[in-house]
């Protein structure tokens, strides 16, 4: 148990579909981060969030979108994804960006038919 | 271009013996660097670290070694155990603040440790 906590923790859907993804710690900590994880790829970083502002997009299509709206809470709402988007989708958090290691959330299974 | 690599995918070791995960990197400006281990249906959790002014760092059975001029570094786990069995990842960051890179952390990809009892 790390103090990050992500739902749902599976999530299918359709490429029509709306849905969102929530990511909260409860640590106290100013910076968080959205990662992809492909099968047999790296961590990707997705977002990048200190002290509630947007600091980072990696180029992340528009279909993904980040909301911030305070320090202990992190969304990814998604919409018309492809069946690429398909992917472990991970949430972190860490004190501040000068901080030793990111904590992270066990992170959302997503399936897009 | 993969700045961290990890270029074995997967390491077999019998209940005991020495672990070794090795990675590589590419980028000059990586000055810290962490190990993540990951059980199945959870999220990394951190393990070692080591900032690039020191060539060892130990942590009970974990021990982390750099190699800055060959871009290298390496975790020992002694003596491993059925429990190490993971994936585990290497990262890497720039933590001098300043550069775009500051606090970002670059993953490889990972290697599947998988010990024998």
């Known amino acids: 148990e790390t103090g990050v906590t992500q739902t749902p923790r599976h999530l299918v859907m359709g490429m029509t579909n709306k849905k969102s993804l929530k990511c909260e710690q409860h640590?106290?900590?100013?910076?968080m981060y959205w990662y992809k994880q492909s099968a047999k790829k790296p961590l990707e970083l997705m977002f990048v969030?200190?002290?509630?502002?947007?600091?980072e997009n990696n180029s992340v299509p528009s279909r993904f979108s980040p909301e911030c709206p305070n320090s202990s809470h992190l969304f990814l709402h998604l919409h018309t994804l492809q069946p690429e988007d398909s992917a472990l989708y991970l949430c972190?958090?860490?004190?501040?960006?000068?901080?030793?290691?990111?904590?992270f959330g066990p992170g959302t299974r997503l399936t897009v038919l | 271009d993969q700045q961290v690599k990890q270029n074995s995918p997967s390491l077999s070791v019998q209940e005991g013996r020495i672990s070794i995960l090795n990675c590589d990197y590419t980028?000059?400006?990586?000055?810290?660097f962490l190990w993540y281990k990951k059980y199945p249906a959870e999220g990394p959790t951190f393990l070692i670290s080591?900032?690039?002014?020191?060539d060892k760092n130990e942590d009970g059975r974990f021990t982390v070694f750099l190699n800055k001029s060959a871009k290298h570094l390496s975790l020992h786990i002694v003596p491993s155990q059925p429990g190490d069995s993971a994936v585990y990842f290497c990262?890497?960051?720039?933590?001098?603040?300043?550069?775009?890179?500051?606090?970002?952390?670059?993953f490889g990809q990972g290697t599947i440790l998988t010990v024998h009892p």
């Open positions: 972190a958090s860490r004190k501040d960006p000068s901080a030793d290691t990111q904590y």
């Open positions: 640590l106290g900590h100013n910076a």
């Open positions: 969030y200190n002290f509630k502002e947007q600091t």
């Open positions: 980028n000059s400006m990586f000055d810290y």
């Open positions: 080591i900032s690039s002014i020191k």
């Open positions: 990262a890497a960051s720039v933590s001098r603040a300043g550069g775009t890179s500051y606090g970002k952390l670059t």
